[in-house]
């Protein structure tokens, strides 16, 4: 007798199971057609099918949460160390200043040409620094940010994620962009009116 309820209910998991995937396929299928017709042709019934596979468990959902906390924290982190060396720059260009007036009072009158033509050197010297330091700052930025979404692209994949793999191609970037999108989506759908309901 209870190898047959076993059986009955591994048939009504299995039966769960299938309507969930049939719901999640559903929703997906409506939520694609709010995307642009170029990305809609590229999503297959067989990759919403897989995605919506991937998506039966609630797993990848939570994946997509903590890989996004860790993105907003990687960019505040970012944001902030850009925001100090603008800081950094404000001050060191406001202690030019200051150091220039003070040596322009102090200066005789017949010396302030000279004066001045090597403050502007001095001055230029430190513009130059600074566009440097901020063009070094914004390449570090990018390289960071790209190695993010590699981490991601990586993540979501070894999670069997349907059409995620590791790439820099932009219309598969936009395509991945698209694919998170549709998962966020059904992720604040689940969390307002239930996981069951979707």
């Known amino acids: 007798m209870e ?3 076993g059986a009955l209910e591994e048939a009504v998991d299995g039966a769960r199971q299938q309507e969930r995937h049939y719901q ?3 929703a997906l299928q409506g939520l694609v057609k ?3 017709s170029s990305f809609q042709q590229r999503l297959s019934y067989t990759t919403l099918s897989d995605l919506a596979l991937a998506l039966l468990d609630g797993t990848v959902f ?3 949460q903590g890989l996004l906390d860790i993105q907003h924290l990687t960019e505040k982190s970012l944001y902030n160390q850009r925001l ?3 800081n950094e720059h404000r001050v060191l260009r406001q202690a030019l200043r200051q150091k220039h007036q003070e040596a322009q ?3 005789r009158p017949h010396n302030l040409p000279v004066l001045q033509a090597a403050q502007q050197r001095e001055l230029e010297a430190a513009e130059h620094r600074i ?3 901020q063009r070094a700052m914004d390449q570090k930025i990018v390289l960071e940010l790209d190695r993010k979404v590699a981490d991601q692209q990586s993540t979501l994949e070894k999670a069997g994620v349907a059409g995620f793999y590791v790439t820099t191609n932009p219309q598969e970037l936009t395509l991945q962009m698209n694919l998170l999108e549709l998962i966020r ?12 309901a979707l």
Not at 185 to 196: N, P, T, W
């Open 3 to 5: 190898r047959y309820s």
């Open 24 to 26: 999640l396929l559903s």
């Open 34 to 36: 709010e995307l642009p």
């Open 62 to 64: 939570e994946i997509v």
């Open 84 to 86: 100090r060396l603008q």
């Open 105 to 107: 009072q102090a200066c």
């Open 131 to 133: 566009r440097e330091e």
């Open 185 to 196: 989506k059904l992720q604040q759908r689940g969390c307002q009116v239930g996981k069951a």
